[in-house]
């Protein structure tokens, strides 16, 4: 059994998509990141970055329990405990490692930060929403470009770099995007959401989240309680 340690948003729903894909039979704890679940010394030694989601998987390696977090990481171990949805070959799983990286290291952060400025900051920054949204443009494009060359990101199979992308395209409204703009992305979007596993996924806690309104949880999330050394 694997324990996972989340709550309903684009990382968290990663890995929920995984588990739901690889049939892998798993319980749920939710971390309610609004009112500071995640610096609690439970949580935080099984995921000391403070960030969800975590996973304790009682049948790890060597038949002993591992603890993970960071969620391209989880879905790399589950992807290697299940073999799958990470390529059969050593072309096919570094292909889906570099697009998973540049989900990690681009499109999460980057439309992380739209979705900041553009939805949540106190004050409204010109710059910062121009420059995050046209970011978020620019990744796009990419996602589509690539799209125009094979089915998937990593190829002709779905794998987790689909996983893992997917989830964080769902808020495009919310990222000044248009999808008449990337017809190839839109198309693998739609695709991606059909699937059964992954709307089984995306409602896994999605009753217990709540609107980001309560002055508190902003302080929790963004202030400093978020920044307070641990």
């Given amino acids: 059994m694997i324990d996972v340690y989340s709550t309903?948003?684009?990382?968290?729903?990663?890995?929920?998509?995984?588990?739901?894909?690889?049939?892998?039979?798993?319980?749920?704890?939710?971390?309610?990141?609004?009112?500071?679940?995640?610096?609690?010394?439970?949580?935080?030694?099984?995921?000391?970055?403070?960030?969800?989601?975590?996973?304790?998987?009682?049948?790890?390696?060597?038949?002993?329990?591992?603890?993970?977090?960071?969620?391209?990481?989880?879905?790399?171990?589950?992807a290697s405990k299940t073999n799958q949805f990470l390529g059969n070959t050593d072309r096919e799983k570094f292909t889906a490692l570099q697009w998973l990286m540049f989900q990690m290291g681009g499109v999460g952060p980057m439309l992380g930060q739209a979705h900041h400025f553009r939805l949540y900051a106190p004050k409204k920054i010109d710059y910062a929403v121009n420059r995050y949204t046209n970011e978020a443009k620019r990744l796009y494009g990419v996602i589509d470009k690539r799209l125009t060359q094979s089915a998937y990101l990593a190829g002709d199979e779905y794998t987790i770099a689909?996983?893992?992308?997917?989830?964080?395209?769902?808020?495009?409204?919310?990222?000044?995007?248009?999808?008449?703009?990337?017809?190839?992305?839109?198309?693998?979007?739609?695709?991606?959401?059909?699937?059964?596993?992954v709307r089984r996924g995306v409602e896994v806690l999605a009753a217990l989240r709540k609107p980001l309104q309560d002055q508190k949880a902003k302080d929790v999330l963004f202030g400093a309680t978020q920044y307070k050394k641990r």
């Fill in 162 to 197: 689909d996983m893992a992308t997917y989830p964080w395209l769902r808020a495009w409204k919310n990222q000044g995007i248009d999808w008449a703009d990337y017809p190839d992305a839109k198309r693998w979007f739609d695709e991606i959401d059909a699937r059964p596993a």
């Fill in 8 to 78: 309903a948003t684009p990382n968290g729903h990663k890995v929920h998509i995984m588990l739901e894909e690889c049939g892998l039979p798993y319980r749920v704890h939710h971390i309610d990141i609004g009112a500071g679940d995640q610096f609690k010394p439970n949580f935080l030694a099984i995921s000391p970055n403070n960030k969800i989601p975590a996973i304790v998987d009682a049948d790890g390696p060597d038949n002993k329990p591992i603890s993970l977090f960071e969620s391209g990481a989880i879905l790399i171990y589950l």
